[in-house]
């Protein structure tokens, strides 16, 4: 099973006086408790690289194929959504030579 974690960041110190002034602790970790508190939220990840988690990216002639998951919070719907992407169209679009 896994977990999220995260830390607040100031930008500078100016950032840092004002989260401080507010109660913030700059040092503490916070869970995933702390960083979603309602089940109303959405979670959204695609693989760049192939691991445990998901497949990474894979190139094929004139696409490029992503797998993502999706949650959604208040249903608990999960979805693993495989997608084909036109290297044609995207260029069309300006986009950088593939």
């Not at 192939?50 to 990216?57: E, L, P, Y």
């Not at 999706?70 to 693993?80: A, Q």
Request: proline share 1%.
């Amino acid at each position: 099973m896994g977990g999220v974690q995260g830390r607040l960041y100031a930008r500078d110190d100016a950032d840092r006086a004002i989260a401080e002034e507010e109660g913030h602790d700059m040092d503490r970790i916070l869970g995933l408790d702390d960083l979603v508190t309602t089940d109303n939220c959405f979670f959204a990840a695609t693989g760049i690289t192939t691991g445990d988690f998901s497949k990474g990216v894979a190139y094929e002639k004139g696409a490029l194929r992503t797998e993502s998951l999706v949650m959604r919070g208040t249903t608990g719907t999960v979805w693993l959504i495989e997608a084909r992407h036109s290297l044609a169209k995207l260029q069309r679009m300006n986009a950088p030579d593939f």
